[in-house]
């Protein structure tokens, strides 16, 4: 399978941040499937059911909203980083937040980066852009037949 298509997962509660995060990744020339959670409990479903989920693919990278009903996305970054099938897998903060206390946490739970979710349209898709090309033509990421879950 291909870094093309790979999807990139997005644990966003919002609707609105969703359209304009996946309106920002789309307008990055980015084509990738785009699989959404909408709350921790469809997170941990997706993390802990691996290949017996609808999508359980493994995923490119990983964005997650702190703030999502139920179980926070503290919580699901640590069960991120404690999954067999997707603790390889770079999950990024994406959030409102600026509480230097959240940035460390996050960062001590595996997180592989924390970006701070700006009011600015275009500022934001800039910071989409500029993820993408990081995650997706700079750094070399596992492949999934590396690690043993090719589908």
Known sequence: MTHSSRPILLIEDSDEDFEVTCMAIRQ?????????????????????????????????????D???????????????????WLS????????TSTNSGDVRLCYQL???GYLV????????????GTLAEY???VVRLSEQ?????AR
């Open 110 to 112: 595996g997180a592989a």
């Open 66 to 84: 702190l703030n999502i009903p139920g179980v926070d996305g503290r919580t699901v970054l640590a069960e991120l980083r404690k999954s067999a």
């Open 28 to 64: 990055a020339g980015v084509t990738n499937p785009l699989l959404r959670c909408r709350t921790g409990r469809e997170a941990r479903d997706y993390i802990g059911q691996s290949g017996h989920f609808m999508h359980a693919v493994e995923p490119l990278f990983i964005l997650v």
């Open 145 to 149: 037949e590396e690690l043993g879950y």
């Open 88 to 95: 390889a897998v770079p999950a990024i903060v994406l959030s």
């Open 117 to 128: 979710k700006p009011v600015d349209l275009e500022r934001f898709q800039y910071m989409m």
């Open 135 to 137: 995650w997706m033509n």
